[in-house]
């Protein structure tokens, strides 16, 4: 991908001034935009944009009869299975001490089951992992190592998650960012460490320093200005799915690796029944990708469906979680910039919305939302904010 430097100052420098330009309440195009964007067609799949390579298999499926909980997992396995995709499965960005640690959770809306797994590592389909729960225990949820041992007894095969390209940028992390990791004192290649909180004029010299160490870790060229980003500002990754047949049957699934670099044993949003996923045979079902500390506060997915159960269409539905999130932080723009959250609801007559509190993550590059209603197709979403987002923790200016 071409990323010069110019375009990541852009992003990290200049974001930072739009957003407080342009960081208001942004007037809704209206619900009936949204709606008429979504034709109430059934089946359907919806999913978080990563899963837009995978759509065409798993909507064959569904419209053979196929069940809509499977139907969403051959989404979400596409991603866990992909070693390129570093926020899910195989390959997920890892935690701070190098180590993959996923996520998942599921809702199977005909039987009204659940399954969960948090904080597993060394199983590659957590998604099926967070199934398995569901059909094989009186469970709904495994955490760590009971939910790696309980995998590995259904036929899980134990795997190394961890690849190199995901490795290297945790290095670059590690060595920049961490207090003993990088050559010491007594090497010849020490260098003094970069300013804890450089002013806006060492922000260069930063991501020159940052370039160099990538070069030295052996982060290929155009590689580079990515896996900086990536070390500067820690993506959350995740994929989520929906899906709903011809009867009216829906199921919703949630997988990811989590906050990149993130301390051992935290889990987000995404194992959390309610938050990264909520599926109600009756009424719909919700996914969510972005930040989940905040997603888990206002419990978004089922703040959702609870909010189409009583009426909002899924566009509202949507608005009003991210509401939550702006209500949480009084409006702290400040603060708001600093965080993401993408929703995906799909109402049971098929009607769906995608919206995000940010346009994207960096300019020209919009969150969006991958759709089968018979027409594969990336949607972009509806944001509440004009503006890019700048994920934790904020590099100061
Ligand atoms: N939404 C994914 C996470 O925060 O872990």
Redesign the pocket.
């Given at each position: 991908m071409a990323f010069s430097r110019r375009d990541f100052l852009s992003t990290a420098v200049m974001g930072a001034v739009s957003l407080r330009l342009e960081g208001e309440d942004r007037k809704k195009p209206g619900p009936d935009k949204a709606e008429a964007a979504s034709a109430g067609k059934r089946p359907i799949i919806i999913s978080a944009a990563n899963g837009f390579d995978y759509l065409n298999d798993a909507f064959a499926f569904l419209k053979d009869g196929g069940d809509t909980l499977d139907a969403a997992l051959k989404v979400v396995q596409g991603p866990e299975d992909d070693p390129n995709d570093d926020s899910v499965g195989l390959g997920g960005l890892p935690n701070e001490e190098g180590v993959v640690e996923l996520?998942s959770c599921c809702m199977h809306g005909p039987t009204r089951r659940a399954g969960s797994v948090g904080g597993v590592r060394n199983i590659k389909n957590v998604s099926l992992a967070a199934k398995a729960v569901m059909e094989h225990t009186g469970h709904v949820m495994l955490v760590g190592e009971g939910a790696e041992r309980f995998a590995v007894a259904q036929g899980f095969p134990r795997e190394n998650l961890l690849t190199e390209h995901s490795r290297k940028i945790w290095l670059l992390w590690k060595e920049t960012h961490s207090d003993w990791w990088g050559p010491g004192l007594s090497s010849p290649e020490w260098h003094r460490r970069l300013p804890a909180a450089p002013h806006a004029d060492d922000f260069e010299r930063r991501i020159e320093r940052l370039k160099q160490v990538a070069a030295e870790i052996g982060i290929e060229p155009e590689q580079r200005m990515l896996a900086i980003r990536k070390v500067l500002f820690p993506p959350?990754?995740?994929i989520h799915c929906s899906a709903l047949n011809e009867k009216g049957d829906i199921s919703g699934s949630?997988t990811?690796?989590?906050?990149a670099w993130?301390l051992p044993g935290?889990?987000?949003?995404?194992p959390i029944i309610g938050a990264?996923c909520y599926t109600d045979q009756d009424v719909g079902s919700a996914g969510?990708?972005?930040?989940?500390?905040e997603?888990i506060k206002v419990a978004g997915a089922h703040t959702i469906v609870e909010n189409m159960r009583h009426g909002m269409s899924p566009f509202d539905a949507g608005m009003d979680a991210l509401k939550r999130i702006v209500r949480n932080y009084n409006g702290d723009m400040d603060r708001l910039r600093y965080m993401d959250m993408t929703y995906y609801a799909l109402r049971k007559d098929g009607v769906y919305a995608g919206v995000s509190l940010w346009d994207g993550y960096e300019p020209g590059k919009p969150h969006k939302i991958a759709v089968h209603d018979g027409t594969k197709r990336l949607e972009k979403t509806v944001s509440l904010f004009a503006g890019v987002s700048q994920e934790w923790p904020p590099t100061p200016q």
């Amino acid at each position: 991908m071409a990323f010069s430097r110019r375009d990541f100052l852009s992003t990290a420098v200049m974001g930072a001034v739009s957003l407080r330009l342009e960081g208001e309440d942004r007037k809704k195009p209206g619900p009936d935009k949204a709606e008429a964007a979504s034709a109430g067609k059934r089946p359907i799949i919806i999913s978080a944009a990563n899963g837009f390579d995978y759509l065409n298999d798993a909507f064959a499926f569904l419209k053979d009869g196929g069940d809509t909980l499977d139907a969403a997992l051959k989404v979400v396995q596409g991603p866990e299975d992909d070693p390129n995709d570093d926020s899910v499965g195989l390959g997920g960005l890892p935690n701070e001490e190098g180590v993959v640690e996923l996520d998942s959770c599921c809702m199977h809306g005909p039987t009204r089951r659940a399954g969960s797994v948090g904080g597993v590592r060394n199983i590659k389909n957590v998604s099926l992992a967070a199934k398995a729960v569901m059909e094989h225990t009186g469970h709904v949820m495994l955490v760590g190592e009971g939910a790696e041992r309980f995998a590995v007894a259904q036929g899980f095969p134990r795997e190394n998650l961890l690849t190199e390209h995901s490795r290297k940028i945790w290095l670059l992390w590690k060595e920049t960012h961490s207090d003993w990791w990088g050559p010491g004192l007594s090497s010849p290649e020490w260098h003094r460490r970069l300013p804890a909180a450089p002013h806006a004029d060492d922000f260069e010299r930063r991501i020159e320093r940052l370039k160099q160490v990538a070069a030295e870790i052996g982060i290929e060229p155009e590689q580079r200005m990515l896996a900086i980003r990536k070390v500067l500002f820690p993506p959350t990754g995740t994929i989520h799915c929906s899906a709903l047949n011809e009867k009216g049957d829906i199921s919703g699934s949630t997988t990811t690796s989590g906050l990149a670099w993130k301390l051992p044993g935290r889990v987000g949003d995404s194992p959390i029944i309610g938050a990264g996923c909520y599926t109600d045979q009756d009424v719909g079902s919700a996914g969510a990708t972005g930040s989940g500390e905040e997603n888990i506060k206002v419990a978004g997915a089922h703040t959702i469906v609870e909010n189409m159960r009583h009426g909002m269409s899924p566009f509202d539905a949507g608005m009003d979680a991210l509401k939550r999130i702006v209500r949480n932080y009084n409006g702290d723009m400040d603060r708001l910039r600093y965080m993401d959250m993408t929703y995906y609801a799909l109402r049971k007559d098929g009607v769906y919305a995608g919206v995000s509190l940010w346009d994207g993550y960096e300019p020209g590059k919009p969150h969006k939302i991958a759709v089968h209603d018979g027409t594969k197709r990336l949607e972009k979403t509806v944001s509440l904010f004009a503006g890019v987002s700048q994920e934790w923790p904020p590099t100061p200016q």
